[in-house]
C-alpha cells in the first residue's frame, strides 16, 4: 500500500466526536481515491458515485396535448405545462407515448411492479425494492417510501403505495416530513443504541425460534398449507435481512443537519380544502428526499405527492376553478375546463423544478446531486382524459454522471414503462432479475445512452 496516497484518506464514514456526540461528514474530496494528499481536491472517482434512483406518481396524470411538445429532439419547444422545468431543461428527457400494464384508477401499484393491479392477482417486488436490495446495507435505510398518506389500500380499489416487498406485500408509506425527519437524523444517545441492540437481539431470538416451530410444522401439513408456510419464511427473512442492516448501524452516529421549521402540528394537516398548504407540505417532503440523499442516509425512494384522492383540490386558490382535477379529466372536449387543467398541470411542475433545483443546487465531486440522481416523473394515468394506459408522459431527470444521455422530448410509441426502469437499472449497475417487471421489459432505451 502506498502510504502516502492511503494512509491519511478520510474515510467515508468519518465522525467528529466531542461533547458527548458524535457527527457524521458529508462526502469530502479528501475522501476520494483521486485525491492526491488531505489538501488536495480529488473529485468522485467512478466506482464512488452514490447511485441513486427516484421514483415519483402523479395521480391522475396531466393533460396530454397541453404537455406534448410540438417537436422532439434537445432543442425541443417547451409547452407552457413544461415551462417551469427550463431552468433545468438539459437535466431532462421529456417522454411521451408510453404505455402501462394498466392505467387509470387503482394503477398505482403497477407503475414500479409492471404488473401489480387491484383487477388481476399478480404481486411482483417493485423495481425500488430490488435497487434497495441490489444497495444492501451501503446505506443506513435502503429505500424510503412515502407518500401523502399513511396507508397501503391493499385490498380496496385505490392502491396508494408504489412499493412491493421481496415478499410481495405493499409497503405503507411515511407521510409526515416531520417524523421523516426525526427518523434520518433524529439524536441518538448511547443509551437508545444500548436499547436498541437490546431490542434487535431479542427479536433475532424471536425469529429463531419461530423459524424452528414453522420448519417443524411444515414436516407435518399438506400442500397448500406448506405454501403458505413458504410463503410466511419468506416473510421472516425479508424482516430479518431489515434487523441485519438496522443492526449494522447501531453505533454509527446519524448526519447532523439543521431541522427545518415544520411550524405548529404537521404539515400534512395544514392542507386546506382549496389547496393551501399544498405546496409547503409537498417542498418540504423533498427537502427530507433531498437531505437524504445528501447525507447518503439512502440512495432509493419512492414517493407519491399526489393521489387521486383529497390532495386533486389543490392550487384550487390559485385558479379559481369550481372542479376538482378529477373533474377537469373528463372535461368533454369543454375549453374551459382543458385551459383549467393546463393551469393545473404548470402548478404541480413547478413542484417538480423545486425538487430539481434542490438536487442541482448542492455540489457532489464534480457535479451536483442531480448528476448522480436518477429521478422520474411519473403516472399511469394517460390519454386525452387520464385514464388510459397508454399514451403515458415521462420525466427523467438527472443521472448524467451515471451515464444517462438526455435527449430533450423523446416519442416512444407504445414502449412500456418497463424498459424505462429496465434502463435506470442499468445506469444504477444492477443486474436484471429473471422476468423483471414479470417479463414486460424488452430492453433499455438505447437513446439515452
Known sequence: MNIQT????LGRRTFLKGMGASVALPWLEAMSANAQN?????????GEIPRRAMFTYWGLGLEIRGFTPPDTGRNYTMTPSLRPLEPYKDDCTVLTGLAAYSGGHGSCSCLLTGMNTVRNAQTLTSVDQ?????????????????????????????PMTLSWSRNKTPITPENRPEVLFEKLFGAETNDTMAKAKLALAARGSLLDSIREQAAALQRRVGKDDRERLDQYFTSIRDLEDRIKVEGEWIGHPKPKVDKPDFGDGSPRDRIAGDGRGYSEYTRLMFD??????????TRVVSHIPRTEGDEAHCFRYLTNSRWDLHTLTHHNEQEDKIAFWRELDALYMAEWAYFLGKLKGVREG??????NTIAAWATTNGGLGAHDSNLLPLILSGGSSLGLKHQGHLVQKDVPLANVWQTVAAKVGMPLPENFQGGLAKGILTELG
Open 288 to 297: 427530507m428526499i433531498a437531505l437524504a440523499f445528501q447525507t447518503d442516509s
Open 130 to 158: 430490488q435497487l434497495a436490495a441490489f444497495h444492501g446495507s451501503a446505506t443506513r435505510f435502503p429505500s424510503l417510501v412515502l407518500g401523502t398518506v399513511r396507508e397501503t389500500g391493499f385490498g380496496g380499489p385505490f
Open 38 to 46: 488531505i489538501t488536495t481536491a480529488g473529485s468522485m472517482a467512478a
Open 6 to 9: 492511503h494512509h491519511w484518506r
Open 366 to 371: 464534480a457535479g451536483s446531486l442531480l448528476d
